[in-house]
Structures are given as C-alpha cells and as structure tokens.
C-alpha cells in the first residue's frame, strides 16, 4: 500500500472519532511509525508501506482512537523544544506551561548563577530539568509523592545530563524538606473534580494524581502554602500554575501563609496560568 492511501484511511478513521486535525495526527503516525520526518511524509506520496509497518500503523490508529494521546504512546512529549519521557504515571507537559519557565527566565537574567531550585510535585521533571538545562550552575531538589513520577523524571534528568545537580525525593510537597531554596516551582493538580467529565477525553490518560485538586481545585495550594512559606529563601520567589480564574482564592490562601502575589502571567490563550509569589516582609 503506499503511503498517500495508508495517510487518507488513518486520517478518516481518526475523524470518524472526532479528532480534530485529523490529517495532521494522521502524519504524525505516520512519521513515527516509519521513522520519517513529517517533512518526508509530505514529499514521499508514493512510497510503499511494508506489512509490518502498515500493521504498526492500525495499531497505533486503533489507540488514538481510544483517544490515548500520541506522547503517551510514543512515551515522548516535546517540552521547551526538549524530549521528555512520559507515560502513564505522569502528566503530560503542556505548552501552556512553558510559561512558568519563562516566569524564571524573566527574573534571573545571569544565566550562570548558582541558583537552588525546588519543584514540589515533580512529575515528569520537564518543568525542573529545563530550568537546570538553562542555568547550568542550578542545583535543585525535586519532590512527588508517586514513586513512579520521581523514577520517570530521574530519568529525564539523566537523558538531558543534570542527573549530577538534580535530587529527587519521595514525598508528599516539601514535608520532610529543611533549607531555603532561591526558586521554588510547582504545577500541581488544580483541577475541581466537578469539572472532570468536562475535560478532553485525552486528558484522562494523565493519572488523576496529577489531575484533581478536591472538589474546588485549590487542595494543593492550601498544602503548598506553608510548605513554600518554609523552604521559601526571603529574597527568593515561587513559580506556581493555576487552573482558570483561580488567581483570586489562591491569592487569598497564600495571604494567609504570608505569602504576596508580585505577578500574574498568562497562557498562549491569554488565561491568567502563572502566579510569582514571595515572602511578605
Ligand atoms: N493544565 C492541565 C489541564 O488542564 C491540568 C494540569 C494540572 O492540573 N496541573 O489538562
């Protein structure tokens, strides 16, 4: 079969399903499955399709169409133009959160300062492994309370090289944590669980770990609290994601913990996503 008829029968299967862009996802496949770059799969139109690769191919078809996304089944996803390992014990990284590196990157202009980093709730590490991969005289600690989440993004920290500057810690948030950390950054779950079957069915392939925040989304806010207000270093700040119109009660929670909010920054569609925090004086 060549290649122009195995894209046109992927992208209708993929649409029959209602996935958007489905031409798109359907070169995606394609290029993963034969080992070409998307740009080949473009030109190459005629190029004929073995048995084993045309069989790879309905599988894959069959999964996305499940809906389970394509990073969770390539166990790649691209972050800050950087791979990450993914699978289902982490969240997926989503561009909208490249916005908590830029959050960093916009108030430590010295590259090459000797910063201490702190990510609670660790994850995959794309958000942790691309600050130590941008200031290479970082050091940081990195928590998860999922065994599974620290193993994957140590071996994020390995795959990029800052293994030597990055320890990874079992735990829930800071809490068995001592010291001051110049920078401490978190994208915690912050999703209300009224809004669970509102969500993309993709969305669901990322464990609800990661997910849920309660029933108002803000759980991981009134634990991070005190824990940031600890380990916070008094001219350091704390880099946090936030889930729609949450600024206002995450502000609030943190005012409690006399925390301040020195900024909001938004996402690629203009929702406030970011908070910057430091210590009230
Ligand atoms: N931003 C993710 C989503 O809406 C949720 C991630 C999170 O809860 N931190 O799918």
């Keep these: 079969m060549k290649l122009e008829a195995v894209l046109n029968n992927v992208s209708c ?43 790879d191919v309905s599988r894959v078809t069959e999964m996305r169409c499940a809906r389970k996304p394509l990073s969770k089944i390539k166990n790649v996803k691209e972050f800050w133009s950087l791979d990450f390992f993914v699978n ?37 590490g794309c958000l942790v492994v691309t600050l130590l991969h941008l200031f290479e005289n970082a050091k940081a600690v990195a928590t998860d309370i999922s065994l599974n989440a620290c193993q994957v993004a140590r071996k994020n920290a390995k795959m990029h090289g800052v293994s030597d500057r990055l320890e990874v810690c079992q735990m829930s948030w800071g809490s068995s944590l001592d010291g001051k950390f110049d920078v401490i950054i978190s994208n915690p779950p912050y999703i209300s ?26 759980d991981c ?27 206002k009660d995450v502000e609030g929670i943190f005012a409690q913990e006399g925390l301040k909010v020195l900024e909001i920054k938004k996402d690629l569609s203009l929702k406030n996503r970011c908070l910057i925090v430091q210590l009230k004086e």
């Design 221 to 247: 806010y009134r634990s991070l609290a005190p824990d940031i207000r600890r380990l916070l270093s008094c001219d350091g700040f704390a880099v946090l994601e936030i889930g729609d119109d949450q600024e």
């Design 193 to 218: 669980l009224n809004d669970k079957n509102a969500l993309q069915p993709e969305v669901h392939y990322d464990p609800s770990i990661a997910l849920y925040g309660g029933d108002d989304g803000l």
């Design 13 to 55: 299967q993929l649409k029959e399903v209602g996935i958007e862009n489905s031409r798109h996802e359907a070169r995606l496949i394609l290029s993963h499955i034969l080992g070409l770059s998307k740009e080949k799969i473009f030109l190459e139109k005629s190029l004929k399709v073995s048995k084993k690769d045309l069989e």
């Design 88 to 124: 289902e014990d982490v969240l997926d990284p989503r561009p909208d959160s490249e916005i908590l590196i830029e959050a960093v990157t916009g108030r430590i202009n010295d590259k090459n300062q000797n910063i201490s980093v702190l990510e609670l709730g660790v994850g995959s």
